[in-house]
């Protein structure tokens, strides 16, 4: 029986609209510190010099940077930019704005934790070790799946480990839904991404960890990724409803954890920078072992959407490599717990592990 249950914050304030981005600048406009303080805007680069870049709501000293989110966040690219918003400002910023997907979630996220408190952001790397409050810190998704908006964590690539910044002061203070903002995104993008919420709640709903909590908000999720992937929506409610998938995904693993996907994703992610979503992917398409439905109806949405997977990833790895991914996955202990149950060392071995990377 669990006799401590956790205290999780939840984003005390949302907007969801069409066409919501509009309000920004009212949003932001009581956090304004005073006219030195300014917002910084991390933005995805994609939005370099596009008709969205203009609509945010510059004012003062505020500034937008541009971001590349071909990578997965750093825990030195954080430092990197915080030293250099110190730098600029005489004055801690009045918040920091991410616009983008997960990655810029992320950053914006670890770069307002990392402007209060000292050190390198490796140093947080865990669970609970951040003791200061952000900056404030807002957050704008402009393509949906991965549940970053609402979750009390950042996943940040360090000089040892993947690992996320775990901590109640990690959660956006404001988040803005705009579903218009995930337009311009490509059919592949929007598939690998997407399914990284189908993942999060096939390995919630099937975990040993699930409870009323989670699989309130995951039931509702899964039934969105479904509409979205296998009905007949209209483009407009296709992203409306993406987006709130994302939303529920993300609440649902809050009081649960994910599975075996994501474990042996972070291996691949770690090893070879497969990116989150593809990686999830990669790996999930093996898994009907463990999730014999969730993989079924994968491979239905995947052949409705003509996705092609790549082949051959894993080819031409040395076996150091295949230790390496096996330790990183098999060192996530919770995920496997939430899969498997405690008895999880009896399925979960290796040689195991090395079978089904080696299908990737
Ligand atoms: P992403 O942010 O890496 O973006 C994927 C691609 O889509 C990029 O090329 C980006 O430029 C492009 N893009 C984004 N919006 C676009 C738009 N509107 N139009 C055109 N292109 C657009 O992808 P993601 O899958 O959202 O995020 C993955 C990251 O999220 C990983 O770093 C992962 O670790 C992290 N993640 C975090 C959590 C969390 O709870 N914090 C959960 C899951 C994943
Ligand atoms: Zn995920």
Redesign the pocket.
Known sequence: VNTEYKNFPMVPRVVFGRGSFDQLGAILMPRRKHSEAPFIFLV?D?FENTELAKRIPLIFNDQIIFIS??E??KTTQVDVLVDKIKAEFGELPSGIVGI???????LAKAVAILLTNNGSSSDYQGWDLVHKPAVFHAGIP??S????EV?R???LLGPEKKL?INSDHTTFDQVLLDPD??????KE?WF??GM?CYIHCIESLTGTYLNAFSQSYGEKALELCKEVYLGSLSPEESRDKLMMASWHG?MSIAYSQVGVAHAMSYGLGYLLGV???IGNCLVFQHLEEFYPEGVALFHEMRQKHDIALPQGVCANLSDADFETMISVAMNMVPLWENALGKNWRETITPEKLRSIYEKI
């Open positions: 995805d994609v989110a071909e997965e966040p983008g997907g997960g990655t810029l979630l992320d402009t393509i799946g991965t549940g970053a979750s964590t950042t996943v996320g903002l995930t337009q311009g995104v490509s993008q690998y991404t990284d993300g990116k989150h979503g």
